[in-house]
């Protein structure tokens, strides 16, 4: 039996190593992620040197909610064991529990999540059309200088990066190994822990998946995503508001304190004017940005209207 650390502490633990296995990806030095917006929110974060991660309305999305739960349902049904035992049908059921307390949460209040996406791809005419109108912009970003400002949060355990995981049989893996992880650690306590530890740590679990499993059909996209979730209940940072094609949304801003890390900006296909280019270089430069390095390029996708 495991007396030297109590086992929610335990599960912590082995949730976050699980996740940098999992879900985060090493990335190479000097790499570009893509992030697709309009001139009104680039020039709102240049501005502020601010991140904005918006709310992830995702997760009100009932088909998204329905494909995680097929995949789920189908990780159960292949995790079933011959020789069932007490602690495996309360470890089957505390999970089960957690994924209608999870799916009940969101359609009462929302799940707080915040998400920035980005994508590898430079110039998807996909991404221009669903998240730039064709007419918008993308901020390229070295992704080290990106990913070091998760400490900025009120909790740094609460942000979570990575690719997107959209093949099923890989996203069936992912959550398995989860779960077989946690199976192997708990059986080393007793029952009534087990009973208390387990409903926060598949809360988490089951959260994480949610936000990094996506159906097939999204592949070209090529997300990678930054997500705050609150899992704790503890404060965290304030909710601000913005317009975006008529409606408001909420967001949360990192600070950068000095400029963003952008090391290139694409402008969107349906873009023509040609000034666009020379604008944003003369932005740029009075923002205190080094036209040395940072690359301005239009969009070669051919669209169409």
């Known amino acids: ?4 650390i109590k086992l929610a502490e335990a599960l912590e633990w082995q949730f976050r190593n699980e996740v940098d296995k999992q879900v985060r990806k090493t ?36 088909s998204e909610l329905v494909y995680f739960s ?3 349902k ?16 309360l470890f089957i059921r505390e999970l089960k529990l957690s994924m209608n307390r999870f799916l009940k949460k969101i359609e009462e209040s929302g799940f707080e999540v915040y998400i920035f996406s980005m994508s590898h791809s430079q110039d998807s005419l996909a991404l221009w059309y669903n998240y730039a109108k064709g007419e918008g912009y993308n901020l390229g970003f070295y992704v ?12 740094e355990s609460n942000v979570v990066h990575g690719l997107v995981v959209y093949d099923r049989q890989e996203q069936e893996l992912v959550l398995m190994n989860f779960l077989i992880e946690t199976f192997k650690l ?33 592949q070209s996209e090529e997300e990678y995503r930054i997500a705050y979730m609150n899992t704790s209940g ?18 949360i801003a990192v600070d950068f304190e000095e400029r963003l890390p952008i090391s290139h900006i694409t ?11 020379r604008g944003m270089e003369h932005y740029l430069n009075s923002k205190g940005y080094n036209m040395q390095e940072i690359s301005i390029s239009k969009s070669v996708a051919a669209l169409r209207y």
Not at 1 to 4: C, G, L, N, T, V
Not at 144 to 155: A, R
Not at 234 to 250: D, K, L, M, Y
């Open 1 to 4: 039996m495991a007396e030297h």
């Open 74 to 89: 189908s990780v159960i049904s292949k995790m079933k064991i011959q020789n069932e035992t007490e602690l495996w049908r």
């Open 267 to 277: 402008i969107g296909p349906k873009n023509n004017i040609d000034i666009a280019k």
């Open 186 to 218: 708990v059986t080393q306590y007793e029952v009534e822990e087990v009973k208390k530890a387990l409903p926060a740590h598949f809360f988490s679990v089951i959260a994480t998946c949610a936000i990094f499993f996506k159906d097939p059909a999204f």
């Open 27 to 62: 990335h190479e030095s000097g790499q570009t992620l893509y992030h697709y917006t309009s001139l009104q929110s680039l020039m709102g974060m240049v501005e502020t040197n601010n991140l904005w991660m918006s709310k992830g309305n995702f997760l009100n999305d009932s």
């Open 234 to 251: 503890e404060t965290q940072p304030e909710a601000r508001f913005r317009a975006q094609n008529g409606v408001i949304i909420p967001y």
């Open 144 to 155: 080290e200088d990106l990913l070091k400002k998760t400490s900025v949060f009120p909790d």
């Open 70 to 72: 097929n995949v789920l």
